[in-house]
């Protein structure tokens, strides 16, 4: 693919003016419901906001000749003014005492995957993900380069939405062209290579990639970086891992309803509600343009934990019951294609879907850090008694880039007996602490789980099953390979170019040569004859060898032409004598017109010389610079 003109180089964000905020506002994707929902069957309803969105698609990019990602960044408004509000010195200041022109546009810059949403739910969703990277990017991919990685759940509070990863190969794909990505504003197709992407995926100061997307990104180095350097495209397809047919068969239903679920019954009613709380419109101008983005009221950033119990050899979980994944799961259904929320009969659906499997977690109270805040959840929800020392850093993700812009701080912590508080008990009525062994978290659909989860479950197997040194050291030696093997590859090329430049300056230099010479011969001839003919009239004896010279002509036409009539000497000679008065006449013309003309072309000679002599100084400086 000839694509090497997509670098990864500066993304240049023009200056933001935010012009003002309207809170509490209608959003413009549809009207929000308030869902009652009678869990037990005995009367207890509660209530939950839900907000439908379409499904997500995902694809990760990746040309294994070229051994880089293709992604996007981008502006996001919302996690510019997210990011923006939480900073101390705004702290206390509204939207509209915040000086947005000085603030880093940086903050606001995302890296993301190929994505797009399910349009058309009759539509298988492979076919769906293939006709995602056709649209944005303008490739053409073949199903059998195409592989499903997993589908999680986001937006657990609001919406529910299935979010469908997909990884694919562009080696082999066809460009039909530049992809509807290339007429956004502010938006630029990016190549990342190994070595960043890496980068990427450790701790950064401020997170870039939302969490779906960085999961199928800490995926491929999981799952395809260890044979990345051992496979090439003619042994195997997907770097030389049997391909797998992706499991989407809509939602196995039949074995879903044969599980034993400790669950009565899910009965829901709904109302439209007027306007949706929370939310809120930021207006601001960008590139001299009048814009505007519906985004979520600034929240603080959340904790999650995932704790291991050294003793038990378990992981401790939170479980909660979320009827929002329910409902965004039946919603994407084909069957119910078309329906409003009312019409569908969500009971019907098994109730295990309501539950999701999830870390811990709990929002930053204000004057925590995320470290307190972290201890905290982990006293109250999981019963565990953590110390600083103990946390570890996982990742900090970026939860939903398009409306809120918030951060995740994903921990891991590893505690004995001692850890534990004995006197602890379950308080929260929205989740249940449960522990699962440690070998088994892999049987964990992730259907049901958050994005959070899944990184954090592929950094701890991960962790065990890391590269050896002598992979890690053989996968650097064959990039120091590559990238001398390119290097004197453009170096080679450089010199042939500079050698053909070269020869074909040599050549013209020296037709200018060759030229100059012929002129400076002529110009030196012309200097003699007219020095011969200054010096013929200084002596006097010019007309006296001009008769000789026809003399000797006249003798060697007599030689040459015998037979001739002795009566016809004096008629020769007579006309000769008349011929020799002719010729001193038109010779001492010849010669005037000769000397005008020596010293003109003597003027021009020596102004040719110091063009001449300038444009060798001129070549002699330019080739000193080149060097």
């Known amino acids: 693919l000839k694509m090497d003109k997509l670098r990864l180089r500066p993304f240049h964000v ?130 059998k380069y195409l592989q499903h990685i997993e589908t999680c759940v986001t937006s657990l509070a609001e919406s529910g939405t299935p979010c469908h990863l997909y990884y694919a190969e562009l080696d082999n794909a066809e460009i039909v062209g530049e992809g509807s990505i290339a007429k956004r504003d502010c938006v630029q197709r990016v190549w990342l290579g190994i070595s960043a992407a890496e980068v990427e995926c450790r701790k950064q100061p401020d997170p870039r990639m939302d969490s779906a997307h960085y999961y199928a990104l800490i995926w491929w180095f999981q799952a395809k970086h260890h044979s990345a350097f051992k496979a090439t495209m003619e042994e195997s397809d ?148 953590i110390l600083p020392s103990q946390l570890k850093l996982v990742a900090r993700l970026l939860v939903c880039s398009s409306s809120s812009g918030e951060s995740e701080y994903v921990y891991y912590a590893e505690c004995k007996k001692e850890s534990r508080i004995e006197e602890w008990k379950e308080t929260n009525e929205e989740g249940e602490r449960v522990k699962i062994d440690r070998w088994d978290v892999t049987k964990i659909k992730p259907r049901q789980c958050p994005p959070s989860f899944l990184v954090a479950k592929v950094w701890l197997l991960w962790g065990e099953y890391r590269p050896t040194r002598e992979e890690i050291q053989a996968e650097r030696d064959a990039e120091n390979a590559r990238f001398i093997a390119e290097k004197w590859e453009r170096m080679e090329r450089e010199y042939e170019e500079r050698a053909v430049r070269e020869k074909r300056e040599e050549e013209e230099h020296a037709a200018r040569m060759a030229a100059w010479c012929a002129r400076q011969r002529a110009a030196e001839v012309v200097e003699e004859l007219v020095d011969t003919v200054v010096r013929w009239e200084e002596e006097g004896w010019r007309e006296d060898f001009l008769l000789e010279i026809l003399e000797d002509e006249e003798e060697e036409e007599y030689e040459d032409e015998e037979g001739w009539e002795e009566e016809k000497e004096d008629e020769v000679v007579g006309e000769s004598e008349e011929m020799k008065d002719e010729a001193v006449e038109e010779e001492g013309e010849e010669v005037k017109e000769g000397i005008e003309n020596g010293v003109g072309e003597r003027k021009r000679g020596a102004e040719w010389m110091e063009e001449e002599e300038e444009g060798a100084q001129e070549e002699k400086r330019r080739r000193t610079e080149e060097e």
């Open 14 to 143: 023009p200056s933001v003016s935010v012009m003002g905020f309207q809170e509490s506002i209608e959003p413009s994707i549809g009207p929000s419901y308030a869902v009652h929902v009678d869990e037990d069957g005995h009367g207890r309803s509660r209530q939950f906001e839900f907000t439908p969105r379409p499904a997500k698609i995902a694809v990760l990019l990746f040309n294994r000749k070229s051994r880089r990602f293709m992604l996007v960044r981008q502006f996001r408004p919302a996690v510019f003014a997210s990011r923006v509000l939480q900073l101390p010195e705004n702290a206390r200041r509204g939207g509209a005492e915040v000086d947005w022109r000085s603030a880093d546009r940086a903050m606001g810059c995302t890296l993301e995957l190929c994505s797009g949403e399910v349009t058309d739910r009759k539509k298988h969703i492979d076919e769906a993900a293939l006709a995602v990277v056709e649209e944005e990017f303008g490739f053409r991919v073949d199903k």
């Open 238 to 385: 997907l770097f030389g891992m049997d391909y797998r047919s992706p499991f989407m068969e809509r939602f196995e239903l039949a074995k879903e309803k044969k599980m034993e679920v400790a669950f009565r019954g899910l009965r829901c009613t709904t109302e439209t509600m007027e306007w949706r709380e929370g939310m809120m419109r930021m207006n601001y101008q960008i590139m001299g343009l009048d814009k505007s983005c519906e985004m979520s009221t600034p929240r603080p950033d959340s904790v999650a934990i995932l704790v291991k119990d050294v003793e038990s050899k378990q992981l401790v979980m939170w479980k909660s019951f979320r009827p929002i994944a329910l409902i965004g799961r039946v919603m994407a259904l084909v069957e119910n294609e078309g329906k409003s929320i009312s019409e569908v009969d969500f009971g019907a659906y098994p109730g295990v879907w309501a539950y999701t499997t999830e870390l811990a977690a709990a929002r930053i109270a204000s004057g925590e850090t995320a470290e307190d805040a972290v201890i905290r959840v982990a006293a109250t929800n999981l019963g565990y008694r």
